[in-house]
């Protein structure tokens, strides 16, 4: 059952006002609780801007670590100055989101109201609303015709950012390659993209999600519960680190010289060490990516609706239920995508 039942509770009342929108809003830092479903003000396109009419969005682990700051080690300050020391700066959490353009800013020609788009927001968020806006040269792109939104909506904060870690590895056929965490959104997407390149991939997650992540890819599990990957005498090329618990001295042991540590999170120890020696012991440690484009949205979008691909989607929930889905995924339990249904 929803939380946000009523206006006292948190729901916004429904109104045919184009000049505002709802949107899951929070404006302190805490629990589920801190959530609300609000009315505010509807964004309009700048020039150069597309403005889109969410349908679906993802709520991730990065929207539960800004939330409630349960951030790596060392990283609060960097954070909170970021995003907000004592309020956030942005109240509106969502990183990417799956919709159709209502309306472009001057100068746009790349995309016309009514196109199904994907879209990344990253650090900005702001995609838990009915409305949101991006650059037309950013990272967005058109959606198949053969996904759905929600379909679309788990695409976007997992692939794109397992994408460009494998890219900066050079990460290709024939490599070895071990994913932690290779259940959750990146990881899900980690294992597909480096299978889809010709990689051996291993895949450290629990018994329970072996079957999930054997579908997608993987040519051998380890199940945490039972093994370390650590001590198994394994080398490797690439390790994708998803979890946070595998720094440059656990995972060095399974990696080959010229292999590559891939930080998808880290604390403030490995950040630092990895900007100023980013290679030791002959292992690269990769924090740093490109940014994503357009165009690598729309190579994933492509993939995926070509069956290449596969979005892992654990849990749908509408907007009023989403203190629900900051619930679940808050347990650090969910399989690839927990997405909220807006539009």
């Known amino acids: 059952m929803s939380d946000t039942i009523d206006q006292t509770a948190g729901r916004a009342p429904a109104s045919d006002d184009r000049s505002t929108m709802r949107a899951a809003v929070y404006r302190r830092f805490g629990g589920p609780d801190v959530v609300r479903v609000e009315r505010m003000p509807r964004p309009t396109p700048a020039a150069g801007e597309v403005l889109v009419r969410v349908h679906a969005a993802s709520v991730s682990i990065a929207d539960h670590r800004v939330r409630a700051r349960d951030v790596p080690r060392g990283l609060k300050l960097p954070v909170a100055l970021a995003l907000g020391m004592f309020r956030p700066k942005h109240p509106v959490l969502g990183m990417d989101a799956a919709g159709v353009v209502e309306a472009i800013g001057d100068g746009v020609t790349a995309f016309a109201p009514g196109d199904r788009v994907i879209l ?19 990272a967005i792109a058109r959606i198949p015709d053969e996904l759905s939104f929600v379909e679309a909506a788990a695409l976007v904060f997992g692939f794109a950012t397992a994408q460009v870690f494998l890219d900066a590895a050079g990460v290709g056929a024939g490599d070895a390659v071990l994913v932690n965490g290779a259940s959750g959104a990146v990881g899900s997407a980690a294992v597909q993209l480096a299978h889809r390149r010709g990689a051996v991939v291993t895949a450290v997650t629990s018994g329970a999600n072996a079957d999930l992540v054997r579908s997608l890819g993987a040519d051998r599990i380890v199940d945490y519960t039972h093994e370390d990957f650590a001590a198994s005498g394994e080398r490797y090329d690439a390790v994708v680190e998803c979890v946070g618990n595998s720094p440059f001295s656990r995972a060095r042991r399974v990696l080959r010289s010229g292999g590559a540590l891939l930080l998808v999170i880290t604390d403030l120890p490995g950040l630092i060490g990895a900007k100023l020696r980013p290679v030791r012991g002959g292992i690269r440690r990769i924090e740093t990516v490109e940014k994503v484009s357009g165009a690598d949205l729309a190579e994933i ?13 654990d849990r749908v929930y509408d907007l009023d239920e989403i203190r629900e889905a900051h619930r679940y995924v808050d347990t650090g339990r969910k399989r690839g995508n927990v997405i909220v249904r807006i539009g």
């Open 120 to 138: 990344l927001r990253g650090a900005r968020f702001g995609c838990h609303a009915e409305y949101t806006t991006i650059a037309a040269d950013g």
């Open 301 to 313: 979008a492509r993939a995926a609706g070509s069956g290449e691909l596969r979005p892992v989607v």
